[in-house]
């Protein structure tokens, strides 16, 4: 009797030993954000949902402060992927870097333009100075595209780096700079604080890669499979974000550090309005980007987009398998 307990009880152990889904399976993937905002859900609600362990992956999520530095990090190899916008890719790319963006997050501008007390006009930015996260950001095209509507050039002022939304949104406050580029939630936080509102082009919805998924080159070739599995993992997190509101919106208090249930409320409805279910690519979005950030260099989408990963995902029946799941979105 004795004997045959040992036996059974290490036949119920072996399973657990053998797992596929143990910890010391797991590949480690770095992935790089460019700031904590709300267009970050669905690679939080990936983790939340452990959708990273399914697919084999243990990936720790790096705030990089900034999408071009971000950019740049991911094209030296110090993270494996990149959640950021194409105006990065565009800046990478034309200094030498070879990033494509696979997938998207959000299609369209989801920034406001606001402005330090005292500054209610175009005209007042004449001669100061306007922040951005990093040189080559959305925030930084974001502004370019916001002087454009004045009738103004970059030159008609100084832009600098300043880091983080909630890093420019008080250096906007304390006067430090004269405006900046903000979005969820940060953009909430500014209507609470009563900060000007030059420009809301989040309300024009348009179209723009302002959120997307970001490899190296190489790596659709060399280690596609870790890609295909992140994807798999990230479209999943954003499905979950979709259907499961009560449960998104603790995944973003947490992440966000916001405690207002209404400014929650508000950046998980902004989300929801503009996040692509299948994370789909926008050609108008792109050709935006490309008018505004590529100047004189390459404007073939070929150069900075690759939609094969995608692709390979819909031809295997992902997406339906999803659908069943979660419902139609």
């Known amino acids: 009797m004795q004997t045959l307990l040992r036996a059974l009880a290490l036949a119920l152990t072996l399973p657990w030993l053998t797992s596929p889904a143990s910890a010391q399976e797991l ?3 770095r992935v790089g954000i460019s700031d904590a905002v709300n267009t970050v859900l669905p690679v939080w609600m990936a983790q939340e949902g452990g959708f990273y362990a399914a697919n084999g992956l243990k990936v720790e999520i790096v705030n990089m402060g900034g999408g071009s530095r971000g950019a740049k990090e991911l094209q ?4 494996d992927l990149m959640r950021v916008g194409m105006s990065s890719v565009v800046q990478a790319n034309r200094a030498g870097g070879d990033l494509r963006l696979i997938a998207s997050m959000s299609n369209v501008i989801r920034f406001v333009i606001v402005t330090a007390p005292g500054v209610k006009t175009a005209a007042d930015l004449k001669g100061g100075v306007i922040g951005v996260s990093s040189f080559g950001s959305e925030s930084d095209s974001t502004v370019t595209l916001a002087l454009e509507r004045f009738d103004m050039t970059r030159a008609d002022v100084t832009v600098k780096e300043f880091g983080g939304g909630s890093k420019r949104l008080a250096a906007v406050r304390a006067g430090e700079i004269k405006a900046t580029a ?3 939630p940060t953009t909430s936080q500014a209507r609470e604080q009563g900060v000007n509102i ?4 989040a ?3 348009i179209p723009w890669l302002f ?3 970001v490899v190296r080159r190489s790596d659709l070739k060399e280690r596609r499979d870790l890609v295909l599995r992140f994807l798999r993992a990230v479209i999943e997190g954003n499905y979950l974000a979709l259907t499961h509101d009560v449960r998104a919106k603790a995944v973003l208090a947490r992440e966000l550090k916001v405690k207002s249930p209404r400014i929650v409320d508000i950046s998980y409805e902004d989300f929801r309005a503009q996040s692509p279910p299948d994370m789909d690519i926008s050609m108008a979005g792109v050709a935006n980007v490309l008018k505004i950030g590529a100047g004189g260099g390459n404007r073939d ?3 900075y987009i690759d939609g094969s990963v995608l692709i390979e995902l819909r031809k295997t029946g992902f997406f339906g398998t999803l659908g069943k799941k979660y419902g139609k979105l």
């Open 27 to 29: 590949v480690p993937f």
């Open 76 to 79: 030296a190899g110090t993270i």
């Open 182 to 184: 903000i979005n969820e």
């Open 198 to 201: 030059l420009i809301d082009l």
């Open 203 to 205: 309300a024009e919805k």
């Open 211 to 213: 959120s997307g998924v």
């Open 301 to 303: 989408p070929a150069g």
